[in-house]
């Protein structure tokens, strides 16, 4: 037994453990007393009356609505990918893994008498297998998590490409579109509750369960973790295939509002879901970081989207506000 493994050194892991898991605290009080300051809510707010008073349409139900609609793909992925970034890893692969994982979906229905369950567990399992290759890849060869999501991100993409050489593939079945696009419950679209239900997912998953603590553990001090007994792979793992498996569910809904999966939809959506997560209070160095924060970062991604599209202003020129108000929010509340 070596020095830093014997009994007496156990007191102190366990003390620089705990001092590296914020998951103990509830969720509201990571929202309300996080890393990040309350300016962050505040821009919100001043978003929203700024796109109040500039356009008539932007205070509308019908409105609040289609930006939940709109935001659904990032918030969900996100939620998946605030347990990789606080892991102190990264998944590029995201847009990708959706991409492939809605071509499995439809195919699957296409073969087997258009039952939509077998879609969408191949859906969900083809996100979830692209997870698991991301996370033993950079767990067991030690292979930068960067560089080994780069490479899914291109290897995805490729087969969902070439499986129907880039041709979409249409879907005809009823209740995949009620479930997963276009149904609704009490007048809330069934794609606002898949948001809803992944979010409050997330926040048990996170802020309430052991695994949760580890993964702050794994983040915010690897050494403290690992001689407290977290296997560190392990969890680094799962946190890879639960985003893999949220971009599966992701490519469910988006297919059912389409009517079709086509292999070159939401190309470059990851930077989306990474700035979500960090415009939303996470550390790119791991150990911080919450799921309504994110969820708060996609809304503020969607919120800006919307209302520059009400107010007519070019989708190039979008682009360059949308960056520089990232960056800005970012550095802003950090100081």
Same mark, same amino acid.
């Given at each position: $037994?070596?020095?830093?493994?014997?009994? /007496?050194?156990?007191?102190?892991?366990?003390?620089? #453990?705990?001092?590296?898991?914020?998951?103990?605290?509830?969720?509201?009080?990571?929202?309300?007393?996080?890393?990040?300051?309350?300016?962050?809510?505040? /821009?919100?707010?001043? $978003?929203?009356?700024? =796109?109040?008073?500039?356009?008539?349409?932007?205070?509308?139900?019908?409105? =609040? !609505?289609? &930006?939940?609609?709109?935001?659904?793909?990032?918030?969900?992925?996100?939620?998946?990918?605030? =347990?990789?970034? &606080?892991?102190?890893?990264?998944?590029?692969?995201?847009?990708?893994?959706?991409?492939?994982?809605? $071509?499995?979906?439809?195919?699957?229905?296409?073969?087997?008498?258009?039952?939509?369950?077998?879609?969408?567990? /191949?859906?969900?399992?083809?996100?979830?297998?692209?997870?698991?290759?991301?996370?033993?890849?950079?767990?067991?060869?030690?292979?930068?998590?960067?560089?080994?999501?780069?490479?899914?991100?291109?290897?995805?993409?490729?087969?969902?490409?070439?499986?129907?050489? @880039?041709?979409?593939?249409?879907?005809?079945?009823?209740? %995949?579109?009620?479930?997963?696009?276009?149904?609704?419950?009490?007048?809330?679209?069934?794609?606002?509750?898949?948001?809803?239900?992944?979010?409050?997912?997330?926040?048990? #998953?996170?802020?309430?369960?052991? %695994?949760?603590?580890?993964? %702050?553990?794994?983040?915010?001090?690897?050494?403290?973790?690992?001689?407290?007994?977290?296997?560190?792979?392990?969890?680094?793992?799962?946190?890879?295939?639960?985003?893999?498996?949220?971009?599966?569910?992701?490519?469910?809904?988006?297919?059912? +509002?389409?009517?079709?999966?086509?292999?070159?939809?939401?190309?470059? $959506?990851?930077?989306?879901?990474?700035?979500?997560?960090? !415009?939303?209070?996470?550390?790119? =160095?791991?150990?911080?970081?919450?799921?309504?924060?994110? #969820?708060?970062?996609?809304?503020?991604?969607? @919120?800006?989207?919307?209302?520059?599209?009400?107010?007519?202003?070019?989708?190039?020129?979008?682009?360059?506000?949308?960056?520089?108000?990232?960056?800005?929010?970012?550095?802003?509340? +950090?100081?």
């Amino acid at each position: $037994m070596t020095d830093t493994q014997s009994p /007496a050194n156990e007191p102190v892991a366990k003390r620089a #453990l705990a001092a590296n898991q914020p998951g103990g605290r509830s969720a509201l009080q990571h929202l309300l007393q996080g890393e990040r300051p309350y300016m962050l809510y505040v /821009a919100f707010a001043v $978003m929203l009356i700024v =796109f109040s008073l500039a356009s008539p349409w932007f205070l509308s139900i019908d409105n =609040f !609505l289609n &930006i939940g609609r709109q935001t659904t793909l990032v918030s969900i992925i996100a939620v998946g990918m605030t =347990f990789v970034i &606080i892991s102190r890893q990264i998944d590029l692969s995201v847009a990708s893994t959706l991409a492939l994982s809605g $071509m499995s979906a439809s195919l699957a229905m296409a073969f087997v008498a258009n039952n939509w369950v077998v879609g969408a567990l /191949a859906g969900l399992g083809t996100g979830a297998v692209i997870g698991l290759i991301n996370g033993v890849l950079t767990t067991r060869l030690e292979i930068p998590s960067f560089l080994v999501t780069l490479g899914t991100l291109s290897g995805a993409r490729g087969l969902a490409l070439m499986v129907t050489n @880039t041709k979409p593939v249409i879907i005809t079945n009823e209740h %995949y579109f009620a479930i997963f696009g276009e149904g609704s419950v009490l007048g809330i679209p069934a794609p606002i509750l898949w948001t809803l239900g992944v979010t409050i997912a997330g926040i048990l #998953l996170l802020h309430y369960s052991v %695994y949760g603590r580890r993964v %702050y553990a794994a983040g915010g001090n690897p050494t403290a973790a690992l001689y407290s007994g977290v296997h560190i792979k392990q969890v680094t793992t799962l946190a890879f295939v639960l985003t893999g498996t949220l971009a599966g569910l992701a490519s469910l809904i988006l297919s059912a +509002r389409s009517h079709a999966a086509r292999p070159d939809v939401v190309q470059g $959506m990851e930077l989306d879901v990474i700035a979500s997560v960090i !415009l939303g209070g996470c550390s790119l =160095f791991g150990g911080r970081g919450f799921v309504l924060g994110t #969820l708060l970062g996609s809304l503020i991604i969607g @919120t800006l989207n919307n209302g520059l599209v009400l107010l007519g202003v070019s989708s190039s020129l979008q682009l360059v506000i949308k960056g520089a108000i990232i960056v800005a929010a970012v550095a802003f509340t +950090r100081r």
